[in-house]
């Protein structure tokens, strides 16, 4: 059975930081693409930074320089290092798996707020 178990999430100030962590068991993160995505309330799911199978790292232009997507395959989780946090920031962040055969795996999700 597949399981991503996303951690890290919370309420901070806006300007401070966070870190997001995603430890997967059933998958090895090494052999798929992995990424992470939110979800504002008022807004689509969308792509926050995701590391393709050949190892190349994707950020969206609105976390670039703040974000950083930190992985430890020996430990088989993946982070989100976030920075610079802004109200915009809030939502909630899944942790995402994709295979080459394209089947998708997402944790449950972990709520980030941002106080103005």
């Known amino acids: 059975q597949v399981q991503l178990v996303e951690s890290g999430g ?3 100030q806006a300007g401070g930081s966070l870190r997001l962590s995603c430890a997967a068991s059933g998958i090895t993160f090494s052999n798929n ?3 992470w995505y939110r979800q504002g309330p008022r807004t689509q799911r ?4 995701r590391i393709n ?4 790292t994707v950020y969206a232009d609105s976390v670039k320089g703040r974000f950083t997507i930190p992985r430890d395959d020996a430990k088989n989780t993946m982070d989100l ?3 610079s946090l802004q109200p915009e920031d809030a939502a909630v962040y899944y942790c995402n798996s994709r295979s080459c055969s394209g089947r998708e795996y997402w944790g449950q999700g ?3 707020a941002v106080s103005s």
């Open 33 to 35: 693409a992995i990424g």
């Open 110 to 112: 972990t709520q980030v």
């Open 53 to 56: 199978r050949s190892g190349i």
């Open 81 to 83: 290092q976030m920075s």
């Open 10 to 12: 919370g309420l901070v």
């Open 46 to 49: 969308e792509l926050v930074a």
